[in-house]
């Protein structure tokens, strides 16, 4: 069975850290790009973040360029996302996503049920 | 960034009849548009792309058309597990945008 597992939400004060991690399971990995897409509570869903399938590239939404950071480690076959400077309005359900077709931007086939960040003091 | 719109906000239908939902697009977006179905406590679920091309072990009751910057999913014959949100997403022009859905509830 192919899945996506998130973790590292949590709740964290204003301007502070959290690095996401996205463990992946019997997807084809290597040279399919990945992205991060976030859904705060009562809201509808936003496209956070996307990697190329060999790291070089990086795509951000422009609510958290400059301060997200999207990262994949092709030897464990992870996903990262590194949040800093964090908001309130960051706070949502962030779900690790994977495209079909390998490419961004494409549809997302496989969802991960994703993690919780709370940002409030 | 292109802008999806999706009509109506919610639509209030009872099991058997047939929903129609809506999603404009400020641009033109070629054959770069998918619908994904989202339940209370799951993740979404991608329903269709390329406008009509719906994935594996999705009921035919689900049919989208449309093209250019105006779409359209419906389903027929609505079924108790359709009771959703909907949303459209294109993939033309990064960045990908979403549309900001339809609930399809019970009436």
């Known amino acids: ?121 | 960034d292109i802008v999806l719109t999706q009509t109506p906000g919610t639509l209030s239908l009872s099991p058997g009849e047939t929903a129609t939902l809506s999603c404009r697009a400020s641009e033109w977006v070629s054959i770069c548009l998918a619908w994904y179905q989202v339940k209370f406590g799951q993740p979404p679920r991608l329903l269709i792309h390329a406008i009509t091309k719906r994935l594996a072990g999705v009921p035919d009751r689900f049919s989208g058309s449309g093209s250019g910057t105006d779409f359209t999913l419906t389903i027929s014959r609505l079924e108790p597990e359709d009771f959703a949100v909907y949303y459209c997403q294109q993939c033309h022009t990064a960045p990908l945008t979403f549309g900001g859905g339809t609930k399809v509830e019970i009436k």
């Open chain 1, 1 to 121: 069975e192919v899945y996506l597992l998130e973790s590292g939400g949590g709740l964290v004060q204003p301007g502070g850290s959290l690095r996401l991690t996205c463990a992946t399971f019997r997807i084809t990995f290597t040279n399919h790009a990945m992205s991060w897409v976030r859904q705060a509570p009562g809201k509808g869903l936003e496209w956070v973040a996307a990697i190329s399938g060999d790291g070089a590239d990086t795509y951000y939404a422009d609510s958290v360029r400059g301060r997200f950071t999207i990262s994949r480690d092709s030897s464990k076959h992870t996903l990262h996302l590194q949040m800093d400077s964090l908001r309130p309005e960051d706070s949502a359900l962030y779900h690790c996503v994977y495209p079909g077709s390998g490419s961004y931007p494409a549809p997302f086939d496989l969802w991960g049920q994703g993690t919780l960040v709370s940002v409030s003091s």
